[in-house]
């Protein structure tokens, strides 16, 4: 029976065909939106979607849902909670689209600093204003603030040097890199920053991080970027900054940002005259699209052969597992059952277990994560089976 796959979302035709040529079923239905999904995932075994919303009663009523891939960073469209009850497997590709994002942070700071939309939009009205226009500041020189400095920021970093910026980033691991220097506090940089850039995950530390306290640190006049997440960002601290500060802005997401592919939109943003809002199209180059694409092809295809999922995100950080058993074993069959069964009869949970063959398949090693320390009898047991070689037994506290 072959494995049936739904791409919820926009998808280049080139690894759509990589996915049939493995044999695999795939529906291409990049139309689908959050309330679609229910309808349509009865029986598919992996969902690929890059912005749709994947909610708890989508999950819910999936009948053969093993694997939820986001083709892209991130995964907060993505009902975690849902796919954990069920067991269904959430990956991602980070870091694939790192160069895209940068790429139209960069592009934002320029376009806000020489006005780039409004002379479009000027010329096209037939309005001739280059006094108005010749006001730009230069990013050469300027302080730049990375707030994030994972794969994104390190990409805007390098090309922030290129333009001969002061560079400060900011992350929950030591900034190392030629040119970058770290700051631990927001008071020590926003006052001196000319240009703030966030490239952070949405988390319960990061929801709304950026508020009326830190737009109140910023400079008057400043640059802000947001392309990461919407709610890093609260929008009415942000509009009254815009006001009272004069901050200049870009941004590639905004609060209610439509789920819809196009129509229309409504955002308290269309009337700020320093707001430059791009259609969440940060990743949004071919470039980046077949670097993502490819990733998440090669997530599936191992998947199928190994077992493995790459990127896994909703595997658990910290299990109840306290003890550890290693049995080192002849590679029969039945072997690691009796073992098993050992610890099962003494209602032992074993968290965690993974078996490595070693080279010629004649003997294994087991180690197994337990909630409970096996007894003297259960390791005396194990000991006295004629197929097992030797075994370690430790408390992991």
Known sequence: MKMKILIADKFPEHYVKKLEDAGLEVIYDPKLGEADLPNAIKDIDCLIVRSTVVNAETIEKANNLNLIVRAGAGVNNIDIAAANKKGVYVSNCPGKNSIAVAELTIGLMIALDRRIPHNVMDFKKGIWNKAEYSKAEGLFGKTLAIVGYGNIGKEVAKRAQAFGMNIYAKDISRIEGYGVKDFSEFDQILPIADIVTLHLPLTPQTKNLFNEKMFSLMKNGAIFINTSRADVVDEEALIKAVKEKNLKVGLDVFADEPESKSGTVSSKLIELENVYVTHHIGASTEQAQNAVAEETV?????????????????????????????????????VLAAIMDVLRKGNINIEEVENIIFDGGLVACCTMKLRAPATSEMLESIRNNPNVISYSHVSLA
């Open 298 to 334: 090669n997530i599936i295809l191992n998947y199928i052969k190994s077992g493995v999922i790459a990127h896994w995100v909703n595997r658990a950080k910290v299990t109840d597992s306290h003890y550890q058993l290693v049995v080192k074993h002849y590679d029969k069959p039945g």
